[in-house]
């Protein structure tokens, strides 16, 4: 089975082919970065806009590097939500529309259910059930994930999103959209003795996280001083580490909770190199295996669509209706198994 695989949900424009037998044929993808970063975040009007123009292109893109052609597509995933409701409308009309065309099934997909499954294109080791922590510019959630389409949210921020707190924190220190690599990068010139920041809600039983505090308490240390470029970057530094020790300990928390012996890490904050190395210590201490995407498939893609559809379509003998809805609000925990 060939399934064509179409992200839109924020400001990526993501098209991919998987096919059943070969793996990942075709991968293109369209980053509205540079449109939104004089605005400091995304214009959702704007990425609508840009979702329309870049999908089509990009389809044509991925039939050539597959090698194939639209009547060669067996079926069509698209992202439903969570997101941007003008893009993810974009994603889905043109999804749903082709299907309708082809005369092929096609089905909604989840959209971080795609992260959560992403790391698993390329890691068949992966089985269920695993703990997952899915860390995004909206969503910090860790989640048992017990089968396919069957996920008990174990804790999630009641507040900022990890990635979105180091985007608001970012701006505030001066540095461009998207903020979560400028800090990366910033905090490697950071003195480590600077400042100490806290761990927020690690003090107390639970699995939730929030980082609103962090973020204030980062604004409020900036404004007290001389605010040149090394107290920036002892700040971008204290934040980061701050911010990824929360979520080790909390990780540490839920496998001895759950007694799991694999965490699956997704999502656009999986890709930060510090916290990759600190969970590297659970492996040691808890006989966990950590498993993460590929680079390419930690952000936003078609790659994920297109695997997590075929996962479903796979169990699903009935074409869906031609109907489609977008949700900008989708609770994970409100997905069903397919087979159900």
């Not at 949900?9 to 044929?25: M, N, P, R």
């Not at 507040?159 to 461009?176: N, Q, V, Y």
């Not at 400028?182 to 003090?203: C, H, V, W």
């Not at 973020?215 to 107290?231: G, L, M, P, R």
Request: glycine share 8%; charged share 20%.
């Amino acid at each position: 089975m060939r399934v064509l695989g179409i992200e839109t949900s924020c400001d990526e424009t993501g098209i991919a082919i998987y096919d059943s037998v070969k793996g990942l044929v075709g991968h293109t993808i369209y980053s509205q970065i540079e449109l939104h970063r004089e605005y400091g975040g995304v214009v959702p009007e704007l990425a609508s806009r840009d979702h329309v123009h870049k999908a089509l292109p990009l389809i044509e893109e991925a039939l050539k590097q597959a090698d194939i052609s639209k009547a060669d597509i067996d079926a069509v995933a698209y992202t439903a939500g969570p997101g941007l409701m003008g893009a993810l409308l974009a994603g889905a009309s043109i999804g749903r529309s082709l299907a309708w065309a082809l005369n092929i099934p096609a089905t909604e997909v989840h959209h971080m259910e795609g992260h959560l499954l992403a790391p698993m294109l390329e890691d068949d080791s992966i089985q269920f059930p695993f703990l997952s922590l899915l860390v995004s510019g909206g969503h910090t959630q860790l989640i048992l994930a017990k089968a396919l389409g069957e996920y008990e949210i174990l804790g999630e921020s009641v507040d900022d999103a990890i990635g979105e707190a180091f985007d608001k924190t970012a701006k505030m220190l001066g540095l461009p959209y998207p903020g979560g690599p400028e800090i990366s990068q910033l905090a490697l010139k950071g003195n480590p003795d600077a400042y100490k920041f806290p761990r927020p809600m690690t003090d107390r039983p639970g699995l939730d996280f929030s980082y609103s505090g962090l973020k204030t308490f980062a604004i409020n240390t900036f404004n007290k001083s001389d605010k040149s470029y090394q107290v920036k970057a002892d700040i971008a530094l204290a934040f980061q580490t701050a911010a990824i020790d929360t979520l080790f300990i909390k990780c540490k928390r839920a496998i001895i909770q759950t007694n799991t012996k694999q965490l699956v890490v997704a999502g656009g904050v999986s890709a930060n190199t510090y916290l990759r190395e600190k969970l590297t210590q659970l492996e040691d201490k808890l006989s966990v295996t950590v498993h993460y995407p590929g680079k390419d498939f930690c952000t936003d893609n078609g790659a994920m669509i297109a695997f997590a559809g075929w996962l479903r379509l796979k169990q699903i003998e009935d074409h869906q209706p031609l109907s489609f809805t977008a949700k900008p609000r989708w609770p994970l925990s409100d997905l069903t198994s397919p087979s159900k």
